[in-house]
């Protein structure tokens, strides 16, 4: 009874704000396009739904709003929200769970609190490693780097709590600042893992239709600078993605070791598999 009147002010709120109504139409028409497709295994079911996006703009910061709240946009996505929407799509069609099913998974994906807690900005999961760690925990996800020949990464994030002014929700909020760096030294300590970009093909035949590829960076402080969903065409391994070049949702042309190895701040991949 709580969850269903949360969810009732909540699409009440979104029709106020004008956003709803399109939104829903979007994932009407994602569910007729699945209707055939519904019965495919979990992997082959994410492929068909970033399909699903193809050609669908490239919308930067689409989840930065202030207050904080559940961000639904199927008009427009970033790397980011293109991956957590087709996880969560998918899984509502697989379990026909419906659009509310949907928002449901949508939000416990993005945010360490689920169930019925309101939104809050500390809370999402803003770096990639956490957002793998956090949904595995859920059941959602499983990180099958190490597994599938993945070698030892020492992560050192700080970019976030030592760059606030790059972000207008820590931006002279100390106890937001506060909150990031403590959430940091968290993630640094668990043991990570990533496939070097000179190895990714010596691991290609491990690596499956629908798995999330996350692109491990350089760049100090932060993990991972992009993430796409795998697909083959082919015999090409390479994988969908919100391009930032491209402005829009793309099949990449290049196979997935060409373009990490062309990448000048990529050092290699994680791969997580979707559990549904």
């Not at 969560?88 to 998974?105: D, N, T």
């Not at 949904?135 to 030892?152: A, F, M, S």
């Amino acid at each position: 009874m709580k969850r269903t009147f949360f969810y009732l002010f909540f699409f009440a709120f979104l029709s106020l704000s004008g956003k709803a109504q399109g939104d829903e139409d979007v994932y009407e028409r994602y569910c007729v396009a699945m209707k055939e497709k519904a019965a495919l295994p979990a992997s082959d079911l994410m492929v068909e739904t970033a399909r699903f996006f193809l050609g669908t703009p490239y919308v930067a910061g689409v989840l930065e709003e202030v207050p904080e709240r559940l961000v639904i946009n199927l008009h427009g996505l970033d790397c980011m929200t293109l991956v957590e929407n087709t996880v969560a799509l998918a899984r509502s069609v697989k379990r026909h769970s419906g659009y509310e099913g949907y928002v449901s998974a949508l939000k416990d994906i993005r945010y360490r609190s689920s169930g019925d807690a309101a939104p809050d900005y500390t809370d999402r999961l803003h770096y990639t490693t956490d957002w793998i760690y956090e949904n595995e925990k859920r059941g959602y996800l499983k990180d099958v780097t190490k597994e599938i020949g993945g070698k030892p990464l020492q992560l050192d994030l700080s970019f976030m709590s030592t760059h606030p002014d790059s972000y207008k929700q820590l931006k002279d909020n100390p106890e937001r600042i506060a909150i990031m760096t403590a959430k940091e030294k968290e993630i640094n300590a668990r043991p990570h893992y990533y496939i070097p970009q000179d190895e990714i093909n010596a691991h290609a035949g491990k690596i499956r239709n629908g798995d999330i590829v996350c692109f491990v960076t350089t760049i100090k402080g932060l993990d991972i600078s992009h993430v796409g969903i795998i697909c083959r065409v082919g015999d090409k391994l390479t994988f969908i993605h919100a391009s930032t070049t491209k402005k829009q949702v793309v099949a990449n042309e290049e196979p997935l070791q060409d373009y990490v190895q062309g990448i000048k701040r990529n050092c290699g991949i994680m791969i997580v598999r979707p559990l549904f």
